[in-house]
């Protein structure tokens, strides 16, 4: 004795699975690459850094240990991490190596001036200022009749005038 849907289910096939995958279609122009050339590739470049690292830790081997902590660090700048910050240098230390090149740089002109390449020296320089047109104080600026001056649309009064 079955059961009605015991008939039914021995009645009705199973579903079939059909899985649908498109390959590309390869062209004629295109020539297929060989599965040892697409696995040489990478273990070549693989390689290259391989022995880049070994004759990079061959030529740490060679240096003191001061040069090879820079080397290290220059490494690790070329990677990416930060670099390392500045020595501090002592003030007077600093204002002495700066007192030495301003007299390194005088001396420098002065040899220059004497062989006949004149330089135009600081002090000359000044004197072409000092000779600048003097300003004419009975210039009149602005004679409108208005006292201050306009400045981004609102006047502006000298205290002067403010006052009385």
Known sequence: M???AAAVRDSVPSPT???YSRERASSSTTAKKSPEADAAA???ECDMQAARHEVFQLGLEGMSRAR????RRQKLVRLGAKPP????TNYRLLMEEAK????AEKQERETLRKSG????????????????KPR?????????????????GVQILPRRVRKS
């Open 2 to 4: 079955t059961t009605l």
């Open 17 to 19: 699975v059909t899985s």
């Open 42 to 44: 990478p273990a070549a």
């Open 68 to 71: 090879r902590r820079d080397a």
């Open 85 to 88: 910050p500045r020595e501090a």
């Open 100 to 103: 030495r090149k301003r007299v």
């Open 117 to 132: 390449l004149a330089l135009p020296n600081v002090d000359q320089l000044k004197d072409f200022k000092k000779f600048k």
């Open 136 to 152: 004419n104080k009975n210039r009149v600026r602005g004679f409108d009749g208005q006292p201050g001056r306009f400045q981004k």
